[in-house]
């Protein structure tokens, strides 16, 4: 059973940092594409950052471009997200994702297995 388990969300203020990690069991890890969406309330699940699977090639949205990270440590199954210069518009549950087809993909339909989410809020 695939079980993506994310954690580190939670309350910060605008200009601030929070690291997320989202920790992986049940697949070969070092298999999969990993990826980071998000969801505020009233719109449609967005594309935030992907990872390959060895950490080679990343990919980001525009809007976090110069303020988010994404990186992954293979041997301990978790991928992150650091999350600098927060604005309120970041405010969302964020979501970890895997993809299996090796290929680094902005589209959510690709992706095969979701965590449950955390939730992040940037105050002004």
């Known amino acids: 059973q695939v079980q993506l388990v994310e954690s580190g969300g939670g309350l910060v203020q605008a200009g601030g940092s929070l690291r997320l990690s989202c920790a992986a069991s049940g697949l070969t890890f070092s298999r999969y594409v990993m990826g980071w969406f998000r969801q505020a309330p009233g719109k449609e699940r967005e594309f935030v950052a992907a990872?390959?699977?060895?950490?080679?090639?990343?990919a980001y949205a525009d809007f976090v471009k110069g303020r988010f990270t994404i990186s992954r440590t293979n041997a301990k199954n978790t991928v992150y997200l650091q999350m600098n210069s927060l604005k309120p518009e970041d405010t969302a549950v964020y979501y970890c994702?895997?993809?299996?087809?090796?290929?680094?993909?902005?589209?959510?339909?690709?992706?095969?297995?979701w965590g449950q989410g955390t939730q992040v809020t940037v105050s002004s």
């Open positions: 990872i390959s699977w060895n950490g080679g090639s990343t």
């Open positions: 994702a895997a993809e299996g087809s090796l290929v680094i993909t902005q589209s959510a339909m690709m992706y095969d297995y």
